[in-house]
């Protein structure tokens, strides 16, 4: 099939595009920039013009293609509630460019939206939760209800691998070269789920080729949870710095906008997306990729 992909030339993109094309689709890619659109061609995929803010662009490439993966966010920490709820707005000018069609929409969205004690798997929603990036499940159960068939991909808070630069584990290592130590809260036994990148990938287009009940939820999560200490202990020793630990108000200076994040407690189940899809994640572990250096290469 014909698949039209936001944050086509993204870190999550790349990969679904690659996955996309070596499995007998066609791609046709949102592409913002020149460079987008070179990237694109040279991995043999059709290039849109247009951005998260061009609803016509959106709206011509669902019209015209037979499925859409909605991977697109922009990544502005210092406007994230306005992001999120223009992800909002691209959700829905998506879904009624495909509303009278059974043409599958994928969104992404994300696990760390559930911290709390306990296990979150697949049936757990969070219309009610206060963090502005519900607006993306929101959306997309508005979009649900007028008829869409849709399911949403829940990424863990780490979708590690080659290439990762902006995620959670490169931003903790850049604040610990900023502060001069690694840090965690507490006791650092709060846990972040974690995926490789390509087992992502393969997710997407196992539920793209998947008949799925409008609304189902599924959780790209190959590890559901990982002890933040673990992650702190092995960045201060690789870059020889100390491990402290901090309380919630000293973390909120430390980390920053990232303090949330740094206290992240999101043990997560992909039990069911496992059974469903037949998804067997088989790329490194989290901490395979930050032993293997991954993240510390000397180009980094």
């Known amino acids: ?29 949102l592409a ?14 059709e290039p849109i013009h247009g951005d998260l803010n061009d609803f016509e662009s959106l709206k011509a490439g669902a019209i015209t293609s037979d499925a859409v993966i909605h991977l697109g966010f922009v990544h502005d920490f210092t406007k994230f509630e306005e992001m999120c709820k223009l992800d909002g707005k691209v959700i829905e000018t998506i879904g009624d460019a495909l509303l009278g069609t059974d043409k599958p929409f994928l969104i992404t969205s994300g696990t760390a939206l559930f911290s709390k004690d306990g296990l979150t798997n697949e049936k757990d ?5 206060s963090h502005p990036r519900i607006a993306t499940e929101n959306a997309a159960d508005a979009v649900v209800a007028k008829g869409v068939k849709v399911a949403v991909i829940r990424l863990s808070p780490s979708v590690h ?27 650092g036994s709060n846990f972040w789920p974690a995926v490789h990148r390509l ?35 092995f960045i201060a020793e690789k870059l020889q710095v100390p491990l402290v630990s901090l309380t919630d108000s000293e973390a909120t200076e430390h980390f920053e906008w990232f303090s949330h994040f740094a206290g992240l407690n999101n043990p997560t189940s992909s039990e069911q997306t496992q059974a469903t899809l037949g998804w067997n994640p088989q790329h490194p572990t989290l ?13 980094k």
């Open 199 to 233: 087992d992502a990938a393969k997710l997407y287009r196992l539920a793209l080729e998947k008949t799925f009940q409008s609304g189902t939820r599924y959780h790209a999560v190959a590890e559901q949870g990982i002890p933040y200490r673990d992650i702190a202990t």
């Open 32 to 45: 913002r920039s020149e460079e987008s659109v070179k990237k694109l061609v040279a991995a043999g995929a």
């Open 161 to 187: 691998g080659e290439g990762d630069v902006i995620g959670f584990v490169p931003t903790s290592i850049k604040i610990t070269k900023e502060k001069g130590k690694a840090a965690m809260i507490n006791d």
């Open 287 to 299: 901490m395979e990729d930050l032993q293997n250096g991954v993240y510390f290469s000397e180009e």
């Open 1 to 29: 099939m014909k698949v039209f992909v936001t944050g086509a030339t993204g870190f999550v993109g790349t990969a679904v595009v690659r996955e996309l094309l070596d499995n007998g689709h066609q791609v046709l890619g």
């Open 125 to 129: 929603l969070a219309a009610k939760h």
